[in-house]
C-alpha cells in the first residue's frame, strides 16, 4: 500500500516524553474489596489519583491526557452503581472545573451525551467554553464513550455533511469528525487494574500506541507509578513499520520530540 495511503505513516521520531497520555483507569472496585470496603469508596479513591495524574503530568510535560471514567459497556453494571459513577462524575466536575481553569488546564468530555441529562450536558458545554484558550493540558475525560461508538459517529457525520465523498474518502475526511479530533494520536496507553485489553477505548486512535500494562490498581496509581510507565515508553523503538536501521538517520518531526520541560504545577 502506498505510505500516502495511511495515517499512521506520519508519526514518526522519537519522542521522549509522550505527548498524548491514555489511561483505561481500571480496579477501583478491586481496590475497595480488598479492603473490606464498598465498591463505590474505590471509585471515590479513583478520583483522587486524577487529580495527581493530572499534576504529574503537567510536572512532566505530557501535552494530553485522556481517561476513561465511564464506558457504552458500564450501563450494565448494577443501577446503583451506574448512579453513583454519574453523580460522582457530576460532582466531581462541579467541585473541580473552576481548579482546572485556575491551573491553565484545557478540559474536554467526549462520549455520547445523549444519556446525560441537560443540567449535566451544559455544565459540560460551559466548563468546556471556560477552559478553552488553556493550553497547560489538554486534559480529555471519555464519559459514556466507545471506540466503536466513536467511530459510527464519525461516518454519519460525514454521510451527513459530505455526502459527495462516500464513493472515495480518505482517512483525513473522516478522522475530521472523531471526537478527540482535537489531539494527536496517543503515544502511551496505559491501562491499570492488571487487565490486558483496550474495553473498547480509542479503538482508531490507539492504532500505534505503545501500550502498557500494570497490576497497579487505579487508586494507587500515583506520580510514580506514572513514572514507571514513562519509562517503559521510553525504552520502546517506535519504527511505525520501518525497520530500525532506518530510524538512526531519521530527521525527528517538529513536535515529536519533548525534552522533559519540567514544569510547576
Ligand atoms: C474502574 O474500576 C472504574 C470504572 C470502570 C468506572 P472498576 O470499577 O472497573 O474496578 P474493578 O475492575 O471492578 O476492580
Ligand atoms: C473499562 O473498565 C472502562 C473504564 C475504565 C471506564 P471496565 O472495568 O469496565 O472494563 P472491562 O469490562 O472489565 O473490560
Ligand atoms: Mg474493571
Known amino acids: 500500500m502506498p505510505q500516502s495511503l495511511s495515517s499512521t505513516a506520519e508519526i514518526s521520531g522519537k519522542s521522549i516524553i ?4 491514555a489511561i483505561v483507569m481500571d480496579g477501583n472496585g478491586r481496590w475497595a474489596k480488598k479492603r473490606f470496603l464498598p465498591r463505590v469508596t ?3 479513591k479513583g ?4 487529580r495527581s495524574i493530572i499534576k504529574a503530568c503537567i510536572e512532566q510535560g505530557v501535552e494530553f491526557l485522556t481517561l476513561f471514567a465511564f464506558s457504552s459497556e458500564n450501563w450494565r ?5 451506574v448512579t453513583f459513577l454519574l453523580q460522582l462524575f457530576v460532582n466531581t466536575l462541579e467541585h473541580e472545573v473552576t481548579k482546572l481553569n485556575e491551573n491553565g488546564i484545557c478540559f474536554k468530555v467526549i462520549g455520547d451525551l445523549s444519556k446525560f441529562d441537560a443540567r449535566t450536558v451544559t455544565f459540560i458545554r460551559q466548563g468546556e467554553e471556560l477552559t478553552a484558550n488553556n493550553n497547560r493540558l489538554i486534559f480529555t475525560v471519555a464519559a459514556n464513550y466507545g471506540g466503536r461508538w466513536d467511530i459510527m459517529q464519525a461516518i454519519q457525520k460525514l454521510m451527513i455533511h459530505s455526502p459527495g465523498l462516500m464513493e472515495n474518502f480518505e482517512e483525513a475526511d473522516l478522522a475530521k469528525y472523531f471526537a478527540m479530533s482535537y489531539a494527536p494520536d496517543p503515544d502511551l496507553f496505559i491501562r491499570t487494574g492488571g487487565e490486558c485489553r483496550i474495553s473498547n477505548f480509542l479503538l482508531w486512535q490507539l492504532a500505534y500506541a505503545e501500550l ?3 497490576d497497579t490498581l487505579w487508586p494507587d496509581f500515583d506520580a510514580q507509578a506514572l513514572d514507571l510507565a514513562i519509562k517503559s515508553y521510553q525504552q520502546r523503538e517506535r519504527r511505525f513499520g520501518r525497520i530500525s536501521e532506518q530510524l538512526q538517520n531519521m530527521p525527528v518531526e517538529k513536535g515529536m520530540t519533548k525534552i522533559a520541560a519540567k514544569k510547576k504545577f
Open 18 to 21: 509522550p505527548r498524548h497520555i
Open 42 to 44: 474505590g471509585h471515590r
Open 47 to 50: 478520583v483522587e489519583a486524577v
Open 77 to 81: 453494571r448494577p443501577e446503583e452503581e
Open 212 to 214: 502498557y500494562f500494570t
